[in-house]
Antibody, heavy 116, light 107 residues
């Protein structure tokens, strides 16, 4: 069955960077684009961008352009999201999901807390 | 970006009630709309895609309708497991965007 398993919770100081992983299994990794989203405490869902594992092409929302980098490792069928220049406003649960249209398969989420 | 507006933001209902949630897009998205259910501490769960197609395994009491800019999610007979927050999402155009959510709680 399709599974996306994310890395654990992180606590970071303002100005630092964080890298969250998303290990996939149960389907051909290169075929499906992976989206990354986040959800601040008590807030709604925000799509950050996506990456095509087949060719490495990425699409980032303007809000995160220049501050986020999505990558994939086809050998380990893992996708990564790195966010730089963290501020307390980046405190959120970060999700990976398979696809770039409707999202039927999600990781469990990774809580990133930014605090001094 | 396409703005998605859900209403109401909170809905109080009894088990057995018929529940309807509305989602409006700031421009036409054809039928490229999905609905999700989210419970606290969990990832969203896909319920409906392409406005009215039921995801495999989702109970038939959930249904979706609409096209263009106006969409609805209906729960025909609310069950105890349905108390949750519901989100709509458009996938007509990048970036993908979500409605603000509708929390369905116990009346």
């Amino acid at each position: 069955q399709v599974q996306l398993v994310q890395s654990g919770a992180e606590v970071k100081k303002p100005g630092a960077s964080v890298k969250v992983s998303c290990k996939t299994s149960g389907y051909p990794f290169s075929i499906y684009i992976i989206s990354w989203l986040r959800q601040a405490p008590g807030q709604g869902l925000e799509w950050m961008g996506c990456i095509s594992p087949g060719n490495g092409n990425t699409n980032y929302t303007q809000r995160f352009q220049g501050r986020v980098t999505l990558t994939t490792d086809t050998a380990t069928t893992t996708s990564y999201m790195e966010l730089r220049g963290l501020t307390p406003d980046d405190t959120a649960i970060y999700f990976c999901a398979r696809g770039v249209d409707y999202l039927a398969h999600w990781g469990q989420g990774a809580l990133v807390t930014v605090s001094s | 970006d396409i703005q998605m507006t859900q209403s109401p933001s909170t809905l109080s209902a009894f088990v057995g009630d018929r529940v309807t949630i509305t989602c409006r897009a700031s421009q036409s998205i054809s039928r490229w709309l999905a609905w999700y259910q989210q419970k606290p501490g969990k990832a969203p769960k896909l319920l409906i895609y392409k406005a009215s197609s039921l995801e495999v395994g989702v109970p038939s009491r959930f249904s979706g309708s609409g096209s263009g800019t106006e969409f609805t999610l209906t729960i025909s007979t609310l069950q105890p497991d349905d108390f949750a927050t519901y989100y709509c999402q458009q996938y007509n155009t990048f970036p993908l965007t979500f409605g603000g959510g509708t929390k369905v709680d116990v009346k």
